[in-house]
Nanobody, 111 residues
Framework: QLQLVESGGGLVQPGGSLRLSCAASESIISINVLRWYRQAPGKQREWVASITGAGDTNYADFVNGRFTISRDDAKNTMYLQMNNLEFDDTAVYYC?????WGQGTQVTVSS
């Protein structure tokens, strides 16, 4: 079964940046769509961004040009570069491939 491990979360001030990584236990080269989600305290999990094997990307409206999703198939890893972070970005961030989810990585935006 495919296993996913996120990393890169942490505490950052508003306006700061973080780069999240999601390492897969198997090759992702043949997998089309990779996704990031997040879940804030007391809220439902929501989709953040997707990337296809061709490199096409899609983002939730709240991203507003601040995040960039990418993938490195040679490393079986996907990324989420997050810039200009806001208080409302505080959440646990999860990667998803098909029906497999990672354990999540905490992102806290606080002054």
């Amino acid at each position: 079964q495919l296993q996913l491990v996120e990393s890169g979360g942490g505490l950052v001030q508003p306006g700061g940046s973080l780069r999240l990584s999601c390492a897969a236990s198997e090759s992702i080269i043949s997998i089309n769509v990779l996704r990031w989600y997040r879940q804030a305290p007391g809220k439902q999990r929501e989709w953040v961004a997707s990337i296809t094997g061709a490199g096409d990307t899609n983002y939730a409206d709240f991203v507003n040009g601040r995040f960039t999703i990418s993938r490195d198939d040679a490393k079986n890893t996907m990324y989420l570069q997050m810039n200009n972070l806001e208080f409302d970005d505080t959440a646990v961030y999860y990667c998803r491939i098909h029906f497999s989810w990672g354990q999540g990585t905490q992102v806290t935006v606080s002054s």
